[in-house]
């Protein structure tokens, strides 16, 4: 599976955003599908996890502000992201299966004060 984020770019605190992550193939059979994020000098991190019955869960620090959706129709998978922070700057990378088995390329999200 080929998957391509998009939607990054530069906001100012407290603006929204909404991460978009197409695969090249069907994503009904995926059980999870995750959102993870990477800073500078860090290790990815784990932001959103959604699973095909629709449970999900997510990072404290995310918690109230983003939403994990997913279309399987489409073959989509959504990040959406209210209040941000400067906190919240990074490259956003989706995941597709345990592991995952598959990222995409990131995006990155700058937020400003």
């Known amino acids: 599976i080929q998957l391509t984020e998009s939607g990054g770019r530069l906001v100012q605190a407290g603006e929204s955003l909404r991460l978009s992550c197409a695969a090249s193939?069907?994503?009904?059979?995926?059980?999870?599908m995750t959102w993870y994020l990477r800073t500078p000098g860090m290790e990815r991190k784990l932001v959103a996890a959604?699973?095909?019955?629709?449970?999900?869960s997510y990072a404290e620090s995310v918690k109230g502000r983003f939403t994990i959706s997913r279309d399987d129709t489409k073959n989509m998978l959504y990040l959406n992201m209210n209040d941000l922070t400067p906190e919240d700057t990074a490259v956003y990378y989706c995941?597709?299966?345990?592991?995952?088995?598959?990222w995409g390329q990131g995006t990155e999200v700058v937020v400003g004060f």
């Open positions: 959604i699973v095909t019955d629709g449970s999900v």
């Open positions: 995941g597709a299966g345990r592991g995952p088995s598959f």
């Open positions: 193939e069907s994503i009904s059979g995926v059980d999870l």
